[in-house]
């Protein structure tokens, strides 16, 4: 096939949208859909709006469709039935945002050199407008693909409604292979495809032992102390010195990285300091690079994410509280399974203190990627034509509960062009993205849909 | 000596001064002199200044004596200098209050049938006023007795400048005994004094390990939890299923209750059904009345009472947090020393964690009191007097760092007369006093008054 998206033109148009790239991203990013937050509900059906309106302005249809929870965004770029499909996954929801550490507004664009800075412009926002805007510019210089496009608003609560919506809606949108565009380089210098992801069980452990707070002098020695045994609880559930988990049979399932992938993360270029640096991280588990990277793709994980309950404030008020909540994940890796995992947990903690009470949070399975074939090498090579760099092959330490959904309901393979870098700051505040992320991506995207419209 | 005060004449004096005790209670529980809370700084003032006004009120000379921190209001009713002279201890400073378990406004009085609801009404206001009634009385029905008052405003904090004050003020105000009203009944129908108070010494454990909220997919695994790695450190300084302290060396000075002293905790009248009702506690570490009379009077405790960093809004937000901090407290019994626990602790703790830094908080020295003589025998009677019944010497859980100082500095016997219920709620949602006491208060500290005249 000949090529039809030559470098310079490319290039020329990636440059040429950057005015009207950074127009829509301070459209979307100013709309605070954040959907952890009922009191944002009316956010993200506007974002979902938005983002319909902006598709239709590239020339695709596209439709908000209702689901049990948040709303679902659906877009079409059409060249003709006999041309092939690719389906391109983004979310536009995005995570709470605020507090101390932000030093900019975080739903108010700043614009600072190359640097975009808001709530969700690299998680997902920004992320998704390249890649549409990437797909314009392929259909329109005659690439022979459709693009539809499946934009979610519920990623960052665990797609909690999107299994039974794409089992609804699965058949009216056929496509040959989906591409997922949620994941994040190893570094700057390093692009990276993700050979999996890790999947996560969430959970609450819970323990009332009173119904106000008392006067630790007069009740103190014969009340139970809630959080002294919930810390207790915690401490049986994870060697947090090590982050080894503790729960009996957590681990029966883990299938370790094979030599081939531990070879590629040997070579990936994962560095230490980088990691601690793009993360903020003043310490670490362990130093050496090939353990930190088993840590935070490889291996299942059990954290304690807060305990609620007693007194946060200044000082100490010395009350012995009435009840204790610790707030606990665990990452999981293939294949081990959220439902086995949470069913461990209960039993373990049932064993330790029968009065704890678990409610469980959000369940995403993990998911082995595809590493080879016409899709994942359309991807390394649309990548390497983009940014000159050959990219490394690792897997993703976050969980996208719509991936295993996707392959599912679509029954087809699914690549990841991932564009977001270590220190963007998915989740942490002072979020952003930025201009070269996003022109290398146009450029990586328009690559890829010509490659895979000749598989 | 001729009896001066007759029981008819008493309980009279007392029912007629219900009024007059329901406004001035209104008058001190309506200024919220939270001494914790640097907000409230300017309303703990308020509080010293109508506390003088109402002893100048009730015929006593007064003063708003300036320390380090909050006031003490200084007072005295005079009789004459050949006669004794007795200082009353009160404290007029409140623990916070509010939150959704508060019935009613915490600041304002609600009195409904004989209860007087508001923060401070039982601890320590409803009792200081109380005393300060019986003592106007006493004196005009012509009691030879001079009554000093002492009325800190920093107790609830750990009177962490009343030793500095005392040791500048002491020679000024000499005194042949001093009685403290506030500690607490076995119940309702059985009065108590004091046989000692447990010390204090409070903490904060924190550890750092980043500067920012990290996602916990993409750093946890690699990441250090402080919440995890707290957990850990607290579940090995205390057994929270038993309350037993694991710090070593930790009880080593403890001197268990004589004979004596376990046999009047067995005939006290404590009832297990009666505490945990009081405080509302559902479930408690023994079930056995003389084993939680030890662990709340006779044992030392290790508390925790909340942990710092980390999410504690609804569901899980699957972030490592930078840091934590878990806010402790050890309760002491003679004769162990705040300063010993603390060495210990910080020993410990360092050997488990050594990046947990530990910053001290209030120390109040356990206390010893005195059972036998003229002054413990006098409060008693003076209690079997007013009641009817034979008061229980028990020990009391809570700390009252002034007691110490007090001894120290005034160099004179201690004697307990508390008129608080354990269902008044010291330091809980809804606290209240009732007329009960009150009536009943007046009458003993009256009595007091005169049988410590002729000592």
Redesign the interface.
Known sequence: MPEILDRAALRAYAEESRPEFEKHLKTLVEIPSVS?DPGHKKDVEKCAKAAAKLLEKMGAKAKVKKTDGHPVVLGHLKTGKKNKTVTVYNHLDV??AGGP?WERKPFKMAVEGDRYYARGATDDKGPALTALLAARHAVESGVPINVRFIWELEEEIGSPSFEKFMRKEAAKIPTDSVVVSDT?WVSRTKPAVSAGL?G?Q???LRL??????????????????P??????V???C????T?RVLIPGFYDDVVPPTRGELKWFRECGFSVPG?KKA????????QDAL??M???WA???????????????P????????WGE????M?LVPDQTPRKALQLLRKHVRSLNR?VRITD??ALAPYRGVTTGPYAKAAADAIEFAYGKTPAVVR????IGAIVTMEKTLKCPITFIGLSL?EH?????NEYYDWGQACGGMQAFAKYFELVSGI
Chains 1, 2 share one sequence.
Not at 238 to 241: E, G, M, N, R
Not at 326 to 329: G, L
Not at 396 to 399: A, L, P, Y
Request: proline residues 6%; without cysteine.
């Open positions: 952890m995570q709470p550490e994040i890790r996560l969430g959970a609450i009332e032992t009173g119904t106000k707070d008392t006067h630790s002098g007069l009740t103190g020695g014969a009340a139970r102390n959080l002294a045994e919930l810390a207790a915690v401490a049986k994870v060697d947090a010195k982050g990691f993360h903020g991280l003043t310490k670490l588990r362990h353990k930190v088993k840590a935070i291996q299942p994980t059990f954290e304690v994410h807060g305990f609620a309950g007693g007194y946060q404030g000082g100490v008020k010395t009350a012995v509280p009435p610790a707030k606990v994940s990452r009065d949070e959000s993703e330490g976050g969980s270590p700051g998915y989740h942490a505040p």
